[in-house]
Nanobody, 122 residues
Framework: QAQLVESGGGLVQAGGSLRLSCAAS????????MAWFRQVPGKEREFVAA????????YYGDSVKGRFTISRDYAKNTVYLQMNSLKPEDTAVYYC???????????????WGQGTQVTVSS
């Protein structure tokens, strides 16, 4: 059974950095678009970043552009999200997701991880 497992979340001070990992198992996602979303209570899941396998392009949400970087290691079937210059408003549960074709909409994604909490203190 296909599974995505996030790790790397935690508590960090504003201005600090964290690297999230998303390990895929149960199937290969090498031909899939891989994305990161985040969610805070009472709000919809927000697009953070994605890597499109078909185009080789990366995409970012406006609020994280220039601070976050998505990358993937095909050999390890793992996707990473390097988060720098973190702000308190980056506090959220971060989710990894996969689908065949890139989309910025969370409802389009077929596979999801369980999420990892990121808390940025001021």
């Amino acid at each position: 059974q296909a599974q995505l497992v996030e790790s790397g979340g935690g508590l960090v001070q504003a201005g600090g950095s964290l690297r999230l990992s998303c390990a895929a198992s149960g199937r290969t996602f090498s031909n899939y678009a891989m994305a990161w979303f985040r969610q805070v209570p009472g709000k919809e899941r927000e697009f953070v970043a994605a890597f499109s396998r078909s185009s080789g392009n990366t995409y970012y949400g406006d609020s994280v552009k220039g601070r976050f970087t998505i990358s993937r290691d095909y050999a390890k079937n793992t996707v990473y999200l390097q988060m720098n210059s973190l702000k308190p408003e980056d506090t959220a549960v971060y989710y990894c997701a996969a689908r065949r074709i890139f989309s910025r909409s969370a409802v389009d994604y077929d596979y999801w991880g369980q999420g990892t909490q990121v808390t940025v203190s001021s």
